[in-house]
Structures are given as structure tokens and as C-alpha cells.
């Protein structure tokens, strides 16, 4: 069996699982939490003088939602979308600096994680991935 494991083409459910790993990174953006459901830090309340001078551009005190750029970035074909799939492997995210930046931290800058399998998201990946391989057995 181990041969023909190898052998199989997972393309298929790989695309499932991308198409519901950009709508779980959209609904992380949109809710202001983490894959697993945790709330972001909220923004700072005081902000410099240069940047209240500067409105959000879409009038939300949420977290990385005033542009769009990073959101469009991971969960849709915005600039610096990353999705590649084989017959073996996916990969989906954002190739932004600013993405890493935001998703894990930096000495000032509070990590707010977008990136990442949900709970729900981690059991369609186990269910699209058995079904596929359970096929070919």
C-alpha cells in the first residue's frame, strides 16, 4: 500500500482545502481573531499625531482591516497572494513583509495570527484527504 500512497494525486482535495483555508484567513480578518478563536489585541487607543491625521480608510477601529491590501493578500489574488498546488502539496499565503510582521509579532508590533488551520478547517482537511486516499486503496 505504502507504493501507491506515494502515488496518488491529491490535487483535488488540496484545492477544497485551499478554497476553505482563504475563507477561514478572511473570516480570521473579518472577526479580528485567531484559527483558533482567540481575539486579536485590539488597536492602540492614543495614535501618533501623523497617523490621526491620516483617517482609516474604511472607518474600522478592527485591527489590519483600514487598506484591505493584507486580507486581499492571503485570502484572495490581491498583490503578494501566494497559492501553489501539486499533486502533493499546497501552499497559500502572503509573500507581503508585512504579512509575517502582523502574523507572528515583532518587539512593537503585537501578533495577531491569520495564518493557520482552524479547528473546523484541520477536520475538512482529514475528511478530503481520507476520502482521497480511501479511494485509491
Known sequence: ?????????LTRPLKIIAV??????????????????????????????KRDKKKRRKGTDKPLLDTGLLQASVSANGQGHVEYITGSSL????????????????RTIPARQFVGFSPALLQLAEDVL????ADHL
Open 20 to 49: 476553505a483555508a482563504k475563507s477561514d484567513m478572511r473570516e480570521n480578518f473579518q472577526g479580528s481573531h485567531t484559527p483558533d478563536g482567540q481575539q486579536w489585541p485590539p488597536l492602540k487607543r492614543k495614535r501618533s499625531r
Open 91 to 106: 501552499e497559500i499565503g502572503s509573500n507581503l513583509d508585512r504579512a509575517g510582521w502582523q502574523n507572528d509579532g515583532t
Open 1 to 9: 500500500h505504502a507504493e501507491r500512497l506515494g502515488q496518488i494525486d
Open 130 to 133: 481520507l476520502e482521497a486516499v
